[in-house]
């Protein structure tokens, strides 16, 4: 393997490398290579670039929002009016959503291959990023010269002990708290999975043991292949270490609203992923709705 120095190999620091290490070692094995170390890997990665299908296999990019971002100022971007005293910052403009989600449109539907594909929406955060995400898969289906994938979809929301608390969306469950139970509301009978490309759409993986719950469940019913596209994934102490498939972004351990992303309900109409202030965790908080 050519030599690398370790400290002059470094990315972006908004970039973080997930390296599958088994097919790693397969596609050095292939070539009469092996991994040694760190360095050897490095190296291997670049040796890899080459062959761009079994890269893809080895390696993929995550767009990492690291802890302590500025973001933006929010008299930059337009938001709602009756939300400007809530929000702390824009972390997230709507812009770059879109983009990220039309690159996860792309690797799903070069993965998937000719389908066909079930599209499960897990309601009600992930609404938006499911519609944009097919949005982007239709399109590919149409401009493609050949090959396309047939999409079905479906629509479904989970319950687990923290809603009978009362609690919010995903972001206030306390998942170390659950009995370890879910309950699947919707979904014209999972059975149907059976045999078929499944692609489960979340809007924020937090601890990971809600959709691990979940996978198990769908599992059960034998589809061909079931994969998770998360438009986030965040830092925080209490994962498990639960990763899906595709990740649009990894962001800090912050309560973030908008995109279809809520509080109670609220700032799924703000186009922006922000972070909430605590002027808006009072004003929307379940005591001060209520009545």
């Known amino acids: 393997m050519a030599d690398a120095n370790d400290d002059d190999m470094t990315l972006d620091d908004s970039l973080q490398w997930k390296v599958d290490d088994d097919a790693l070692k397969h596609f050095l094995a292939d ?30 990019v995550i767009l990492q929002i690291p802890d302590g971002y500025e973001g933006y100022p929010l008299e930059l971007f337009s938001v709602p009016k009756h939300y400007e005293d809530d ?27 000719k389908g066909p594909l079930v599209a499960l929406c897990v309601l009600k955060g992930g609404y938006k990023f499911f ?60 059975r149907s999975l059976k045999g078929r490309h499944v692609l489960v759409v979340e809007d924020i993986i937090d601890t990971g043991r809600t959709m691990e719950k979940l996978l198990e469940l769908l599992n059960e019913h034998n589809p061909k292949s079931v994969s998770v596209a998360s438009l986030l994934v ?14 649009g972004f990894e962001v800090p351990n912050e309560f973030l609203v908008g995109y279809a992303l809520d509080y109670n309900e609220y700032f799924r109409d703000c186009n922006h992923i922000c972070i909430i202030n605590q002027n808006g965790l009072e004003k929307y908080s379940v005591k001060n709705t209520d009545g």
């Open 31 to 60: 070539r009469g290579l092996k991994k040694t170390g760190r360095k050897d890997e490095l190296a291997a990665l670049a040796y890899a670039a080459s062959d761009c299908v079994h890269y893809l296999d080895i390696v993929s």
């Open 234 to 247: 965040k830092r925080t102490p209490l994962s498990i270490g639960y990763r899906p498939d595709y990740i």
């Open 87 to 113: 929000l702390e910052k824009v972390l997230i403009p709507a812009g770059l959503v879109a983009d990220r989600t039309e690159r996860l449109a792309r690797d799903i539907w070069h993965d998937i291959g």
């Open 131 to 190: 519609a944009d995400l097919i949005d982007c898969i239709k399109a590919l289906n149409s401009s493609a010269e050949t090959g396309s994938v047939p999409i079905a979809v479906d629509f479904i929301r989970l319950k687990s002990y923290q809603d009978k608390l009362g609690m919010a969306d995903h972001q206030q469950m306390q998942d170390d708290q659950s009995t370890g139970h879910i309950e699947v509301i919707g979904g014209d009978h999972l």
